[in-house]
């Protein structure tokens, strides 16, 4: 195989185990619906594999269907999250039989398909991109699961670089055109396309994510309790909910307390906060003084060169992710301390924009100019309007396939589940800029 065909092999085998590693439970674990924000476990393990065999296999392949009856349950259109433990779901077993079965004939259409076809499902592997990412993506919405059900023994204990605290605040991004989203990342979704020129006022964006210690000192200042602080959609959540913290926080004789994936451990003051809305995000920037940036702030800060006049494709260059540059791919299950990742350094000096927290953004989720949905509507389309708020720069859990200084991620402003923090930014006075 050529030398992409062998990195496709070796991503698919390695996003395989890990599904399976997250999936490796007992059959009630899997079954149970842990949370109706969530599929059950199960759901997840068959939905890739059927992905996968429209995608790869009947679109690319041409094969006659191995389980057509079963489409329509593992259509994530045509049955919510809360309805799916009713369906009549492929048990373990038998969802661990048919992804390998999936996998077999994957691996034998890549061995033969021409990724040099400009068909653009072909192209450049698209299509193997396409499924890859769309399974990291989901064993990073199953590790969400685990961490809702609180089972114990999940926790990866990784080493981490320690933090380095201290140093500018935050960091001022000149005024000026930029070019955001892509036209030439081959993998890249539709929604990151095409590539357009942003021109934005001068503004000053955090060095650093917000850490638990920032947010606690917003939280003993009664932000939760003022509602001068919150969005009104965000005050009447927050009294409805009665949500006094983030997700998993518990204050107990005046410490700070929070439940990670059944471990009970006090809250690392040092760590990006993450667990909130984006309720909570913006109340806490208004509370500072400050706002959450515009998507563009944050794509013009985590990888726009000014010097050389283009895009990054991660804030320290085009070269993928490494350790010494970003929090990705499970190696612990946490964030790292902020200032662990100098390497990782943007070209304007902001850091940790890739891995340990998602950041939310002040944006809706709305289509580029130009923009055309392909290969299908409901990746992006149907989501467009102001609806979902924009998350960037993946997480600790996210895998460093599914991530890029152009990648755009969304959910409802009121998703606490995920691993979402954010930073802060405000426009630049004219002296300042």
Not at 31 to 43: C, G, I, K, N, Y
Request: proline share 9%; glycine share 10%; hydrophobic share 40%.
């Amino acid at each position: 195989m050529t030398g992409l065909k062998e990195r496709i092999a070796t991503e698919l085998e390695e996003g395989r185990s890990r599904s399976l590693a997250y999936t490796d439970a007992d059959d009630e674990v899997l079954v149970r619906q842990h949370s109706t924000l969530m599929s059950p476990l199960v759901w997840d393990l068959a939905h890739v594999g059927n992905y996968e065999e429209l995608w790869v296999l009947r679109e690319v392949g041409g094969l006659i269907p191995l389980r057509p009856e079963i489409d329509k349950l593992y259509d994530a259109f045509a049955h919510p999250r809360r309805d799916r433990p009713s369906l009549p779901l492929l048990g373990p077993a038998e969802a661990r039989r048919y992804i390998a079965g999936v996998r077999g004939r994957v691996l034998d259409v890549l061995d033969t398909v021409d990724l040099r076809d400009p068909d653009p499902l072909r192209s450049d592997g698209f299509v193997f991109g396409l499924v890859l990412q769309h399974e990291h993506q989901h064993d990073e919405t199953m590790l969400a699961t685990l961490q809702l059900s609180r089972r114990p023994g999940l926790v990866r204990d990784g080493r981490l670089p320690p933090g380095r605290p201290g140093g500018a605040g935050e960091v001022l991004v000149p005024a000026g055109p930029f070019r955001a989203g892509t036209a030439t990342l081959p993998w890249a979704y539709d929604n990151e396309r095409p590539a357009h020129q942003v021109d934005l006022p001068a503004y000053w964006i955090d060095r650093f994510p917000v850490s638990n210690g920032d947010y606690a000192a917003f939280i003993e200042d009664g932000g939760y309790a003022d509602p001068r602080w919150w969005d009104p959609d965000g005050w009447r959540w927050r009294e409805e909910k009665a949500v006094p913290a983030p997700l998993f926080w518990t204050l107990e004789a005046g410490t700070w307390w929070r439940t990670r994936f059944g471990r009970a451990e006090p809250v690392p003051m040092a760590e990006p906060v993450q667990h909130v809305s984006w309720y909570e995000a913006d109340a806490y920037a208004r509370w500072a003084g400050r706002r959450l940036p515009s998507e563009a702030e944050w794509e013009k800060a985590c990888g726009w060169d000014l010097a050389a006049g283009r895009a990054r494709g991660y804030p320290w260059g085009d070269a993928p992710p490494s350790p010494e540059h970003a929090n990705l791919g499970h190696l612990a299950s946490r964030p790292a301390p902020v200032g662990a990742f100098p390497a990782g350094a943007s070209p304007c000096g902001a850091e940790q924009m890739i891995g340990d927290v998602w950041e939310w953004t002040g944006s809706w989720f709305l289509p580029y100019p130009g923009f055309r949905a392909f290969p299908y509507r409901e990746y992006s389309e149907v989501f467009f309007g102001e609806t979902y708020r924009v998350l960037r720069g993946g997480s600790w859990a996210t895998h460093p396939t599914a991530v890029r200084t152009t990648f755009r991620n969304w959910d409802f402003p009121t998703r606490r589940q995920i691993f979402a923090g954010f930073r802060c930014a405000r426009t630049a006075t004219a002296e300042e800029a």
